[in-house]
């Protein structure tokens, strides 16, 4: 089985735009999951996967994903999926032996930032870079498959 381990936080300031590297734009769409795991469409510049996720709160979920041709992944998000799409630009930042992934939302999600670290076990020791606010990891409105249904314009 492959598990995610994954912390998510909101952004305190923009110094983090100071290390970050060009960034890529990502669109994903959601398909109907049920109650117990998310089925996600994403293309990521020229790549495209799609993603099965466990709807499981928390830090630690399973997760599935997998290389599929880019015309069939803009195939299923034109035809398949929810709207709206999670439009965003993700920017990778190096702190001290760990990659953040920092996500600025675009279109209904607009003004919302949000950065993720992924760790190899639950306990795993990170340092907090200066640019990083409040731990979100175990708020559902921040999952991206929630800002489908509540775009943080909405809130």
Not at 73 to 86: G, K, Q, S, V, W
Not at 142 to 147: A, M, Q, S, V
């Amino acid at each position: 089985m492959a598990i995610e381990i994954e912390r998510k936080f909101l952004i305190a300031n923009d110094e983090w735009r100071h290390n970050a590297d060009g960034g890529i734009q990502i669109t994903q769409g959601y398909m109907g999951g049920n109650d117990k795991s998310s089925v996600r469409i994403r293309v990521n510049g020229d790549t495209a996967n799609i993603n099965i996720k466990s709807k499981t709160l928390g830090a630690q979920r399973s997760e599935y994903e997998y290389d599929i041709p880019l015309t069939d992944a803009n195939e299923m998000l034109t035809t398949l999926c929810d709207r709206p799409y999670i439009d965003k630009t993700r920017y990778h930042v190096h702190h001290q032996g760990h990659l953040w992934e920092v996500d600025v939302f675009a279109g209904e999600n607009e003004g919302l930032v949000v950065a993720e670290i992924e760790l190899t076990t639950v306990d795993e020791t990170f340092s907090l870079p200066s640019w990083i606010g409040e731990e979100v990891t175990d708020a559902p409105r921040y999952y991206n498959i929630c800002l489908v249904t509540h775009p943080f314009k909405s809130w």
